[in-house]
Each structure stands twice: as C-alpha cells, then as structure tokens.
C-alpha cells in the first residue's frame, strides 16, 4: 500500500509541490534551506554541501534539487558506488541505522507534504453521522456535488455550481425557445446535470445491479436448499 | 466565534446559537456569501435535489432498475427490506440567523414522505446516519424495551477528509476554511491514494466520492461488505490507511503540528 502510494504521490510532490507554481518547497532558498535542516543530524554533510551547490547554480528548478538530494541519500545508503574517495569514507563511518533513518527521511518527506490525513474518528463508528450529498454549503452557497474519479485532476471547487447559478440556470432554461431534450428531472436544465449523471450511470446503477446480483443468488441457494427449483 | 449548545425540550433536539465578534459571519473573498440565502434553498429543495436518485441510494432499492424514470416522486415504500424507513436522518434548520437546531433520529417511511420534510423544514444541512433495527423516530419509545433493541444495523463505510488538517504543510498562504487551486492538489493526491487502496488492497467497488462544498470531501463506500462492518472493523479500516513515522527528529521541525505528528508516529 505504502509502495503504491509512494509511486502516485512522488510524482504529484514533485509537481504539485516543489515549485514555485505549487507550494514552493524548492523554489527559495528560505524554503530549502528549511527542508534540508529536517534531514537526519547523520546527513548534515550534505545538506552542506547541496547548500552551496545551490548557490553556485542559481538556475537550478526545484525537480533538479529533488533529484539531487534523492542522488545523494542514494549514495548515503549505498546503493551506488561512484562517490570520490573522500566523501565514501566519510560515510563509511555511518551506521545502517543512521542510513536507513537518512532514506527514510526521503519517504517521509514526500509522504508529510502529499498522504492523505483522514479524519478516522469519521470513519471509526457505525452511528457517526456525515452530510448527505447533494446538500449545499451554507457559506459557498456550493452543491456537494458527487466527484468522477476519473477525471479528478481536472475538478475545481470553484467551478462547482452555487445555488444561485443553477436557480438562474432554471429560469434561464423556461426561457429558451427550443428545448429539445427529453427532460426526467430539473436538474438536467442545470449544470447539475454533469456531476448527478455522472453518479446515476458510474455508481447508482453499477451499484443496484450488484445487490440485485447478490439478491438473486440468495434466493436460489435457498430455493436449492428446500429442493425448490 | 462563539458556540453556544443548549439540549431543548426534546433530547434529540440542539439548538446551537452562534454569535461572530465582529457582527457578521466570517467568509472567505474567494467563497462568495452571496450565493446562499434560504428562498433559494426552498426553490433547490421543490425543483432540484435529485430526490429519486438520493432514495434509490440510500435504499438500496433495485427497482429503480425497472421503474420508468419520471420526476413524480414516489409514494410507495421500497420493496426491498425497507432499509430506508429504519435509516437516520438529521437536520440542521437555521429558523432565525444565527440559530441552529440540529434534530436527530428523524426517519421517513417513503421518498415522499422525505421530500415533503425537506421542503418544510428547509434544513441548512442533511446528515446521514446509520440503518438501525427499528425506525429511529420510535426511538424513544423503544428505550428499556428488552425484546426490542434498538441498534444499528448496517451503514456505509465514510471517510472525510479536509484541507484544515494540512495547515503545517499548505505553503499557498491558506489556512482554517480558506482554500485555493494550490492546496486543492491535495486533496486530488487524497482521494487518488485512499481510492486506489479501498479498491485494490479491500476489494471495494462501489465508491463514491462527494465534494463537501467548501474545502474537503468525503467518501462513501457502499459495498455490503463495507455496510455491514464492525466498529472494530471500520477501526482497522481507517488506521490501515494511517501512516506513521518514527523517526522523532520530524517534531524539531517548527510547523510540526499536533495533527501531522499523529498522522506521522511510525513507518510501516
């Protein structure tokens, strides 16, 4: 689970989080500098010397700092052998558990700034109460509207519709002079539309078919057990 | 902001009164306030929330498969095991700004029923609570009763997750509600690894992921082997999904918040 994490959220740190477009934790050298100081007393050497080596190429873009820092815990734990002679016997005198603590450092790093941070008290009894979707937030004004997976990248909060929006939609749709569409429900005239389909034909039906599934075969293992086919 | 929670005539009524110092509800610039206010919420109660699909839902009502879709709500109660009459229902109705009352174990015997609440009470906010052996409104009446115990039977598998939890890592310059397209990554990263773990490490398959409408989401797994878990279960659920950290020297640096440390205690 944790491999499958890492592998979804480095990227996305390396995106979402490093650069100054993101939350900029590589793009001043207040921020790096921060960074580096969270490493392992053990590795203090080369939070040196990646320090300098950052202020000597002001050019460098905080993907290339991360790949230079995972570069030298690689080097720290041993799994490359091109290190000059100097620095190799530096960290010889290391012990296994100052490097495992130094490569767990990279993990943790990545997973304090992206792993997802539950509120498990949710989650945790059976009688917890949680807001019913569909509801609208008292001070967005904003639809709870049912998220597609499939494209999450691309949801943004601040284009969900707002009950004003999608009350003006209705008004706007009454007035329309050609309405084409086969109409079932209201909110198919509203921007609605998109996210409530989307929960109808992804999980509502998908959803009863399976219990329906479930139903089916209960009442034959019974009908089989009285002998009744 | 002051919190003020009085237990009224009915134990199942609480009547929280907010008072802001200021005078006036604090609001994010970017979540405009103008987009609420309760005439539109009753003309989104009588023309818009997606009442047959909601029903359906948390009914597990296969003969929606069938029915003829058509906006006539409907008045006869489900066929299958009735979960619907015995689930919890909870309101929060704002009857003068500034006001709430959250009433508890409301329970409907159809949608209609449900609907017409709804559109009376116009309620700020709906909650979801369990499936119980009895219809939660008799609750009451079923207190002592030692043949007829009133517990809950079954209910979707929920996770919350919100963006005030990540205050020592938001670098965006948001806090508390406040959020923006930045910090919104987040909880993209969120759902994607707790989707991915739910359905490929559990075997769940029946998902749904809700905008909370301000600056989170919640998830809703809806496989009965999910609705039918334990406390203890739903417990082991929950803190597979926590990871921790022992390396120690994390808590000298500054931002180390009380919520991240224990998110973060020990390496798996």
């Known amino acids: 689970m944790l491999a499958r994490a890492y592998q979804v959220l480095e990227p996305l740190f390396i995106r979402d989080i490093l650069p100054e477009s993101g939350h900029g934790l590589l793009a001043s050298k207040e921020n790096w500098t921060g960074l580096l100081s969270t490493l392992p007393p053990a590795a203090n050497a080369v939070a040196k010397t990646l320090l300098s080596h950052w202020d000597e190429n002001v050019n460098s873009t905080p993907q290339k700092k991360w790949e230079e820092i995972k570069e030298c815990v690689v080097n720290i734990v041993g799994k490359k052998q091109d290190m000059d002679g100097k620095r190799a016997k530096k960290l010889m005198t290391l012990s296994n558990e100052e490097k495992q603590k130094i490569e767990q450092w990279l993990y943790e790093t990545v997973f304090r700034f992206t792993y997802p941070r539950l509120d498990i008290n949710v989650s945790k009894m059976q009688n917890h109460l949680l807001k019913a979707p569909f509801c609208v937030h008292p001070k967005t004004g904003r639809v709870c509207v049912p998220l597609n997976i499939q494209d999450i990248d691309d949801f943004d909060p601040f284009t969900v519709p707002t009950l004003q929006t999608v009350i003006t939609e209705l008004d706007e749709y009454a007035e329309q002079e050609s309405r084409e569409e086969k109409i079932d429900y209201e909110w198919q005239k509203t921007s609605l539309k998109k996210y409530f389909d989307h929960f109808n034909t992804n999980f509502l039906i998908p959803l009863l078919k399976s219990v329906k599934r479930t139903e089916r075969s209960e009442k034959e293992q019974q009908a089989s057990l009285v002998g009744d086919f | ?268």
């Open chain 2, 1 to 268: 902001m002051t919190s003020v929670i009085t237990s009224s005539a009915s134990r199942d009524t609480f009547v929280v009164t907010t008072s802001s110092e200021s005078g006036h509800l604090t609001t994010d610039s970017a979540n405009s306030n103008a987009e609420y206010n309760p005439i539109l919420l009753g003309k989104y109660y009588l023309r818009l929330f997606p009442y047959r699909l909601f029903h359906a839902w948390i009914s597990y009502d296969t003969s929606y498969l069938q029915r003829k879709v058509s906006n006539t709500i409907m008045t006869q109660s489900s066929t299958s095991k009735n979960l619907f009459s015995k689930r919890e229902f909870s309101f929060t109705i704002e009857p003068t700004p500034g006001e709430e009352i959250y009433i508890r174990y409301q329970s409907f015997e159809t949608e209609a029923e449900f609907a017409t609440a709804v559109n009376k009470r116009r309620p700020t906010k709906i909650d979801i609570g369990a499936v119980f052996t009895f219809s939660p409104r008799d609750h009451l009446a079923l207190q002592g009763s030692q043949t007829r115990k009133f517990n809950t039977e079954q209910r979707e598998l929920v996770f919350d997750v919100d963006l005030t939890d990540y205050d020592d890592v938001r670098k965006c310059g948001c806090s508390n509600a406040n959020i923006c397209h930045k910090c919104w990554k987040l909880m993209t990263m969120a759902v994607k690894v707790v989707d991915a773990g739910l359905r490929e490490d559990f075997g769940f398959e029946h998902i749904v992921w809700i905008y909370s409408g301000r600056r989170g989401v919640h998830a809703w797994v809806c496989d009965e082997a999910a609705r039918m878990l334990s406390n203890e279960g739903r417990s082991a659920v929950a803190t597979y999904f926590q990871v921790k950290c022992v390396c120690m020297y994390f808590l000298k640096y500054p931002n180390f918040s009380r919520f991240s440390y224990r998110t973060l205690i020990h390496v798996v």
